[in-house]
């Protein structure tokens, strides 16, 4: 049965448009090869609310999808595996 997630990741401010760019496709193919993929809202640089491994800012991406239950691990395990990105959080909506 598939559940409703939505995910945001935040890539660091010292990796250039076309590295953002990039691993940004990185992670919507990803979602899309496992998951029902919903929607992808690129928020842009903004500042942090703390800083995080010294920086004060970061890109933040929000990717809205439907998966199996045991999707939002592995999704977990890419983010932390995944050089430069910089914090994520996933978090299941109600349906």
């Not at 448009?17 to 496992?34: D, G, H, Q």
């Not at 609310?49 to 929000?62: H, K, R």
């Amino acid at each position: 049965m598939l559940k409703n997630y939505e995910t945001i990741f935040i890539i660091s401010p010292e990796l250039d448009e076309e590295n953002i760019k990039a691993l940004t496709e990185k992670i919507k193919n990803l979602v899309e090869t496992s998951a029902q993929l919903e929607s992808v809202d690129e928020w842009g640089k903004r500042k942090l609310a703390y800083p995080i491994n010294d920086f004060n800012e970061g890109y933040y991406v929000l990717i809205n999808f439907s998966s199996e239950p045991d999707f939002p691990q592995e999704l977990e395990r890419i983010y932390k595996i995944t050089d430069g990105i910089i914090k994520d959080i996933i978090i299941k909506k109600d349906n």
